[in-house]
């Protein structure tokens, strides 16, 4: 795996990204959250302010995964929706594969992989 621009990944809201990148930042924002909430606990403004950057990060990872299926970022917002969001997010942005070839959003991000 090459290296990954983790500055790319969390904070750009343009570009694609591959299944493999948004389930590795899925994970470390996950992760970052139980250890934050482990640590400083559920309440205060320190965790209200890490809990804004954490949804930040988050809809740039879902943006760009939706750019991949050649879908404008305007679908993440059906993770409003209770049960349904977290299903769509799982089967369209986790599980199915990204449009091949250049799209509207940019390059593939597989492309000169083997």
Not at 3 to 8: E, L, M, Q, T, Y
Not at 38 to 51: A, M, N, R, T, V
């Amino acid at each position: 795996m090459d290296a990954i621009d983790w500055k790319f990944l969390f904070t750009d809201y343009e570009g694609r990204i591959n299944r493999q990148l948004w389930w590795i930042g899925v994970g470390i924002i996950f992760a970052v959250s139980l250890v934050a909430n482990y640590l400083i606990g559920s309440e205060g403004f320190i965790q209200i302010i890490l809990g804004i950057l954490l949804l930040l990060a988050g809809l740039a990872l879902h943006i760009k995964r939706c750019h991949d299926r050649d879908k404008s970022g305007w679908w993440c917002l059906l993770l409003l929706i209770p049960f349904v969001g977290f299903i769509w997010a799982v089967v369209d942005l986790g599980i199915l594969e990204g449009t091949r070839g250049a799209n509207s959003y940019g390059p593939d991000p597989l492309a000169g992989r083997s």
